[in-house]
Nanobody
Framework: QVHLVQSGGGLVQSGGSLTLSCATS????????MGWFRQAPGKEREFVAG???????VDPTSVEGRFTISGDNAKNTAYLQMNSLKPEDTAVYYC?????????????????WGQGTQVTVSS
């Protein structure tokens, strides 16, 4: 059984930085993509960043210039570095994995989800 285990997150002041990690367990993957979504109260879950590994090529993408996604293919682990955080970045952040496609991810096509982690940015 596949699990995505998230770590990081928490409370940070506006302008600060946080790093989220997402590690997989249960099997190894090839030609897959991982990424991050976030969901604020009363809002839909939205794509934040994704990274695809395919045939030795790494292809990252992010919809937020302040956020950078990276990963370790050998460990099937992804990281989200978030800089210059703003109060509007406050949300629950979810790690996601798809067995095909990416790096842009669609919530309805996700194969595996992480448990979610709260990120709160105070003003």
């Amino acid at each position: 059984q596949v699990h995505l285990v998230q770590s990081g997150g928490g409370l940070v002041q506006s302008g600060g930085s946080l790093t989220l990690s997402c590690a997989t367990s249960g099997r190894t993957f090839s030609n897959y993509a991982m990424g991050w979504f976030r969901q604020a109260p009363g809002k839909e879950r939205e794509f934040v960043a994704g990274i695809r590994w395919s045939g030795g090529t790494v292809d990252p993408t992010s919809v937020e210039g302040r956020f950078t996604i990276s990963g370790d293919n050998a460990k099937n682990t992804a990281y989200l570095q978030m800089n210059s955080l703003k109060p509007e970045d406050t949300a629950v952040y979810y790690c996601a994995l798809v067995l095909s496609g990416g790096p842009y991810l669609y919530a309805e096509r996700i194969d595996y989800w992480g448990q979610g982690t709260q990120v709160t940015v105070s003003s």
